[in-house]
Nanobody, 122 residues
Framework: LELVESGGGLVQPGGSLRLSCTMS????????IGWFRHVPGKEHEAVGC????????VYWLSMKGRFTLSRDNAKNTVYLQMDNLKPDDTTTYYC????????????????WGQGTQVTVSS
């Protein structure tokens, strides 16, 4: 099983990016996918999670209204649409899989991607 993130880059404050998380080796449809971001010196911060069918999405409080999760199981890909980006959103974003369900704890997730860097700066 492998997860690969893409779509990061440099964007101005207020701009948008769409991150992708593509799974290979196993069918995506059996996994919930979580997005986390790196916080120096701390555990990864939970961004959001989408369940297997895409019927349920969880966003952690600071992201609500700006970030949107979606998935295309036929393409084995989960998307994180990030709008109205702020400089504080600058960091590395990771996706990870959990066959059990969604969780805000990084420790409940098994396989992780390598991360994609998002930089919000003018």
């Amino acid at each position: 099983l492998e997860l690969v993130e893409s779509g990061g880059g440099l964007v101005q404050p207020g701009g948008s990016l769409r991150l992708s998380c593509t799974m290979s080796g196993f069918p995506l449809e059996i996994y919930s996918i979580g997005w986390f971001r790196h916080v120096p010196g701390k555990e990864h911060e939970a961004v959001g999670c989408i369940d297997r069918a895409g019927d349920s999405r969880v966003y952690w409080l600071s992201m609500k209204g700006r970030f949107t999760l979606s998935r295309d199981n036929a393409k084995n890909t989960v998307y994180l649409q990030m709008d109205n980006l702020k400089p504080d959103d600058t960091t590395t974003y990771y996706c990870a899989e959990d066959i059990v369900g969604c969780s805000a704890s990084q420790w409940d997730f098994n396989y992780w991607g390598q991360g994609t860097q998002v930089t919000v700066s003018s």
